[in-house]
């Protein structure tokens, strides 16, 4: 089994260093040519931290045709709102046999991917997963050092079509035991809890932030006001949830069972855990939290809450206050349906998730 | 002539203060029953600043029947949010030939006060104006002692009938020689400009005042980003100006007009604007920015824009935004349509306000 990771950000090189130092045939690739050459100037990965090893990998490259070629399995390691571009670039070149893992997809991202690689003029379709978020929590230091601060106990993965994921579950029990077959990709895509904890509290901060105060994010920038607003875009998100039959989990349980905090509220919790101390807010408006949570999270959730009639104010309002902050028409460039490759039909969402 | 004031607040303390120094017979009332005594004890009104002087009034109590008793002139000086009640209790003795002058009336004053009246069995209607602000800029520095730091050049005033307003300019020629007929309450109405400066940057700076943060609320509070939304909601409201040929203000030539600055935005005029030094956010979400200007501002803007198909969706998401943080139902208990007592035609409104 040999593996491409498309992207060389933090958790690209994390996971291209993880998988070869298993002795796995890794190549690299990203956009950014400085960054591919100094990777190559440095020769290999070394990880530090929960885990620690070194190895080389077989190949770092801008290309993305090499990476992909005589490849099983292609893992996406991008930024969310990079999927779209990666899915057009590689459509031609991908084989019925190879399985894309979107790590993590956030909302929809197998959806978009699928459509657009059809769009695309990919004749032989792929397996196409998504896990519900990186398995690893880490941070490159240099170009190739990248320290691990946390590994993920559990990580759900699902999958179009929906009966390989426990394939691929099965392919990686040695690599990521933490891998756990969900039913659909509803269940991965609905349950983005980045999307829940980042906006709100960005926006209901952005005097701040826009000032380049410093202040840490969970435990300052969130008021038992701003927890009150998170609660109810989560509430939003969970009637989803409810009216499809898919079980998902709320900020509360999240924060219970990846982080054994038990807490009354969504403010005790998220003030409370110790995890986050001294995770900072962002410097920039022009920030992940904002641009890839908002078209890549909130607005796919809007357009499949609105495929079953279910309105979501807050959320609506939230892509409403990030679209005229930063001068952006994230609907229409975010996740909607059509970039989903649904109509309106709930019938069709259902069919192509099957 | 005498004068009902009502509301003992800052600005219904100066301005019952002012009309008495004028030598006019001027009884007080407010519902707040500690203060009320406070300026029985007190006896007289100082006002200082801008305004030097002294006076009694005729009357202070809690019991607004007596005050408004063979008066001419009741001036409404409370939050926005308190004239429903007002006009509520008030109703059953108002008198044909009396003139009741909301100061100011937001967004929707006169309508939702004309309304009000009716609905509480009203026989005869008043003529009922609004000032499109507050004359005085002024703070009790004491129960009684009012510190007056401004007093505006121009004053626009609108009435229904909106034919009255002219000769309510009249009778005040040698009073508030400031009044300005307008042609009717759309052009004091849609010219609210609190509206528009207060709740998009109280609401993005919302952790900060949260926290009980100190910070100027516009030099510090308004960021590039802010001032953008902000330009973007000021021309939803222009935009309903211009659909019915009402000539407004903008964010921009109010600065001019009432500051004298000259600025290329928004955002250089607000934070420069060296009148606005010293002004600090409010302590708490529970502050007028939110309470008067979301419900007696920004919700019935959205409601006459939508009599004329006209969509807001920045503005719609900040009383959305509001909503969520305040746990409130803006939209519900704010100036919505049936508040105004419109329908849902624009004809309606028209002949209305004519």
């Excluded at 089994?1 to 890794?26: D, E, R, T």
């Excluded at 009216?243 to 998220?270: F, K, N």
Aim: with cysteine; proline share 3%; glycine share 8%.
């Amino acid at each position: 089994m040999n593996f491409a990771v498309i992207g060389a950000g933090n958790g690209g090189q994390c996971i291209a260093g993880y998988l070869s130092m298993l002795g796995y045939s890794v190549k690299q690739q990203d956009k950014n040519g400085e960054l591919i050459k100094s990777l190559q100037e440095k020769g290999r990965i070394k990880l530090k931290g929960k885990v620690v090893g070194e190895a080389s990998l077989d190949l770092v490259t801008t290309d993305v045709h090499q990476v992909i070629e005589d490849t099983d399995i292609i893992m996406v390691v991008t930024t969310a709102d990079a999927h779209m571009e990666v899915a057009q670039e590689i459509a031609p070149f991908l084989q019925k046999n190879q399985i894309v893992i979107l790590n993590p997809g956030h909302t929809g991202g197998a959806l978009e991917f699928l459509h657009t690689i059809i769009q695309h003029g990919c004749l032989n379709i792929p397996v196409i997963a998504e896990t519900q978020d990186l398995l690893f929590s880490c941070r490159a230091v240099s170009v190739g050092e990248v320290n691990v601060s946390g590994i993920k106990r559990v990580m759900d993965i699902a999958s179009i079509p929906s009966e390989k994921a426990s394939e691929v579950v099965d392919l990686f029990k040695d690599i990521f035991p933490q891998f756990r077959a969900r039913p659909n990709v509803l269940y991965t895509s609905l349950n983005n809890l980045g999307a829940m904890v980042h906006p709100v509290p960005t926006l209901l901060n952005a005097g701040r932030i826009e000032s380049q105060q410093s202040f840490d994010y969970y435990s300052e920038g969130i008021t038992k006001g701003i927890a009150n607003v998170m609660e109810q875009m989560d509430e939003e998100r969970l009637s989803i949830g409810k009216a499809l039959g898919v079980d998902l989990t709320s900020i509360l349980q999240w924060q219970y069972e990846a982080y054994g905090i038990e807490a009354d509220s969504i403010y005790e919790a998220l003030t409370c855990n110790e995890s986050y101390i001294g995770i900072k807010a962002p410097k920039t408006l022009d920030s992940r939290f904002l641009t890839e949570d908002v078209p890549c999270g909130l607005v796919p959730l809007v357009n499949i809450g609105r495929l079953l009639g279910i309105e979501m104010p807050v959320t609506q309002s939230f892509i409403e206050t990030a679209n005229s902050l930063l001068r952006k028409d994230y609907r229409k460039e975010g996740r909607n349906l059509e970039k989903l490759g649904i109509k309106n039909h709930l019938e069709e969402l259902m069919h192509v998730i099957s």
